[in-house]
C-alpha cells in the first residue's frame, strides 16, 4: 500500500508564498488522479488542485491564477506552488492518490498545516 508523506507547510504572511511536497513510497504511475484538499477550521475537506493521469489540471475557483499543481514521476512526488497566499488558504493541506479498479480507492497523507498571518 502507497504512503504519502507531506511537507513544507508553515507559518507565512499574507501575499507569501510556500511550496507543499507530497512523497509517494511507490510509484505514481499507477494512480488515475493525483491531487491536493484542504481543510479550514470547522469546514469541510475541499478540493484545491488535481492533476489527472489523462486530461487537464483542475483548480478551485478560489486559487486559479495563485497556485499551480505539478507531477515529477521520476521523483514520485506531487507539488503545490502556492503564490499570493490569504488568510482565507488557511487551513491543513492534504495529498491525495486515487486509483480506479472495480471503484475509486483513495490514498492520503497526514497533512501539513498552513497557516497565512494578515
Known amino acids: 500500500q502507497v504512503q504519502l508523506v507531506e511537507s513544507g507547510g508553515g507559518l507565512v504572511q499574507a501575499g507569501g508564498s510556500l511550496r507543499l511536497s507530497c512523497a509517494a513510497s511507490g510509484s505514481i504511475f499507477g494512480f488515475n488522479v493525483m491531487g491536493w484538499y484542504r481543510q479550514a477550521p470547522g469546514k469541510q475537506r475541499e478540493l484545491v488542485a488535481n492533476v489527472p493521469r489523462i486530461g487537464s489540471r483542475n483548480y478551485a475557483d478560489s486559487v486559479k491564477g495563485r497556485f499551480t499543481i505539478s507531477v515529477d514521476n521520476a521523483k514520485n512526488t506531487v507539488y503545490l506552488q502556492m503564490n499570493s497566499l490569504k488568510p482565507e488558504d488557511t487551513g491543513v493541506y492534504y495529498c491525495?492518490?486515487?486509483?480506479?479498479?472495480?471503484?475509486?480507492?483513495?490514498?492520503w497523507g497526514q497533512g501539513t498545516q498552513v497557516t497565512v498571518s494578515s
Open positions: 491525495n492518490a486515487r486509483r480506479r479498479s472495480t471503484s475509486w480507492v483513495d490514498y
